[in-house]
């Protein structure tokens, strides 16, 4: 099991391995440590994060993730074990030796990415809060590109590959959306060309 942890607003924790703030998180489904991991006795997986969210895997195996920025430079990052993604030393294009640099970034933009769903081996579904918007990311090219919008904030995703679609969750009565009646709500629509 996975599990991501925001920095509690102390960005200094993401650098500190002591620390489970700020952290990608890995242990067995009776919350032991998980055999394996990059830090010994530990439940790091990676750390330098400042609010990673959603998660998922390729089909061969590579896992991604989404990350808040800090104002803007929002991320989606190749996460491998025992790795450093660099937070608050590093944001958006920024490098650092020994630290990840997002294979992503939003720029000036904000997408508050949230939930995530991998379909296949390259392309990444993010639920973008603030930007509104389903979001696909191809992790082989490195582009982006809006697949639907006009919902308001969108707070997570799910693709049924069986059914071959997408179920996703809006939130837009969590105080920072601008909700109709019906919100919020669970929205299904046909996924990509299989």
Do not use: C
Not at 111 to 122: D, L, Y
Request: glycine letters at 10%.
């Amino acid at each position: 099991m996975y599990a991501t942890t925001g920095d509690a607003k102390d960005p200094e924790l993401s650098q500190d391995t002591d620390s489970l703030a700020g952290k990608i998180l890995r242990m067995d489904l009776d919350g032991t440590v998980a055999e394996g991991n990059p830090f010994d006795d530990s439940y790091l997986y990676s750390y330098g994060h400042r609010n990673p969210q959603g998660l998922d895997w390729t089909d061969d195996d590579r896992l991604f993730s989404t990350e808040h920025g800090p104002t803007a430079n929002d991320e989606i990052n190749h996460i491998e074990p025992g790795n450093n993604y660099g937070w608050p030393e590093i944001v958006g294009d920024e490098t650092e030796e020994g630290m990840e640099t997002a294979v992503m970034n939003s720029g000036e933009e904000t997408w508050a990415p949230s939930g995530a769903a991998m379909v296949g081996e390259q392309s990444f579904y993010v639920a973008a809060l603030a930007g509104e918007q389903l979001i696909r990311f191809d992790v082989d090219d490195d582009t982006t590109d809006t697949i639907l919008e006009g919902e308001g904030r969108w707070r997570d995703v799910v693709y049924d590959e069986n059914e071959n679609m997408f179920y996703v969750i809006t939130n837009n009565t969590d105080g920072r959306g601008d909700p109709i009646d019906e919100d919020d709500r669970l929205l299904r629509f046909e996924g990509p060309e299989p």
